[in-house]
């Protein structure tokens, strides 16, 4: 009786999460459709118009390196990039990665050791006021939504990653080699 019941919870539980990966999955293809296309516009320029917003996205994420032979492999299969959502327009960004090392690891800086760190920018036109942010990292089967209040003139949108945790030495503590676990918004 003892036996089956551990059987039929192991199987509760590996469905809730199994499931709980496919709603994921269900929200990031979600995400990626663009239902609209008026929202903003991309810009080179630093110029803001009269009654305009624009805002400079910024994400810096690191991101493990398999080495083989001292040669390091980026993640490329697949491509590391992030899917921004605002009011129901999508935009992909995709970054080329540079190797990183910054030795020597310490478990109180979530980004020490090597691995391949991607910069992620863009510069947007919108209108000012409340817009409906949703950010996606496919890879790491992230999704962040929050609403921002964009003011007239410049705005830099800052995202921060959110690292997993690690209970083996020498990454013990928060630390990039465990994956992104969430995100973090600055608005100035």
Not at 15 to 34: P, Q, T
Not at 107 to 127: C, D, M
Request: net charge positive; charged share 20%.
């Amino acid at each position: 009786m003892k036996k089956k019941s551990m059987i039929v919870g192991a199987a509760l539980l590996a469905g809730l999460l199994i499931s709980g990966c496919a709603n994921n999955r269900e929200l990031i293809a979600k995400s990626s459709l663009s239902i609209r296309n008026d929202v903003y516009s991309e810009t080179s320029s630093a110029e803001v118009e009269s009654g305009k917003a624009v805002a400079d996205i910024n994400f810096s994420v690191k991101r493990n390196a398999s080495r083989f032979a001292e040669i390091y492999f980026k993640h490329s299969n697949p491509p590391y990039r992030v899917q921004l959502n605002i009011d129901g327009q999508t935009i992909f960004l995709e970054a080329e990665p540079v190797l990183e090392d910054k030795s020597p690891i310490d478990s109180n800086i979530p980004e020490s050791g090597t691995g391949w760190k991607y910069q992620f920018n863009k510069r947007i036109v919108l209108a000012p006021g409340k817009h409906q942010l949703t950010i996606t990292l496919p890879v790491d089967d992230v999704i962040y939504e929050r609403e921002l209040d964009v003011r007239s003139g410049f705005n830099t949108i800052t995202v921060i990653p959110v690292y997993n945790y690690r209970s083996l030495r020498p990454y013990q503590g928060q630390n990039f080699t465990a994956g992104v676990q969430g995100l973090e918004v600055i608005v100035k």
